[in-house]
């Protein structure tokens, strides 16, 4: 199939949550899941001060992964759910997701 899958010892996960002005966003909520049956947890945790949340992937690379992040505290911006399929290479993932005002809150 020429499909070539390597094993990593541990693949490092970052998602960095800004707001659509790209300033951080401390305290959103991060979840990445692997986009299949099992749906194994691979970060499930609040961005940290610099708005990022991390965690590592040690089973087999590429591998389809669903990050979501949400962001609505009461009394304050409430921000639209986010939601997009990524992969994690060999080399990990890093990924930047800006989370849009929610125009109803």
Known sequence: SGDT???A???PVT???KDESQTVISGARVGVYTNDASRTEIINSNTNVSGVASG???GSTPQSV???A???PSGSTRYLPFS???TI???GLSLDVTLREDPNA
């Open 5 to 7: 899958v390597t094993v």
């Open 9 to 11: 010892a541990s693949a």
């Open 15 to 17: 998602i960095t949550v």
């Open 56 to 58: 590592s992937w040690t």
């Open 66 to 68: 669903e990050v979501r």
């Open 70 to 72: 949400r962001y609505s």
């Open 84 to 86: 997009q399929i990524a």
């Open 89 to 91: 290479s060999g080399s």
